[in-house]
């Protein structure tokens, strides 16, 4: 089997990812979010273009505050990786966070506030 090559974001400190929920699908820039240990956070605005969600979950917030939110199982890709990995997708907030649940399987660099080197 081929190793996959390093990929490299200079969107510091974003990655370019696919994300697919049912029918819908779309591509985005996430923040790597080192302190968020689910999967992958959606901005509420998509909310109207998905389906019904899996569940709602309480998800505690960095604040220390706790909210109920819609949950949807779904599957994201990461740049510069071959694989989509299942993920539990919570809609919260206004922007795409990535979460450790992905980030941990690969290793990834934060280089000087210049780029993100990512490796499977």
Known sequence: MAEQPLFISTEYPYLPISITIGAFQTEALAYLDTGFDGFLAIPEELGSRLPLPEQMQRVGLASGDTVLAPVYLGSVQVAGDAQQSPSRIVLLGDEYLLGRRIIDRFRVT??????VLVEP
């Open 110 to 115: 934060f280089d000087h506030g210049r780029q």
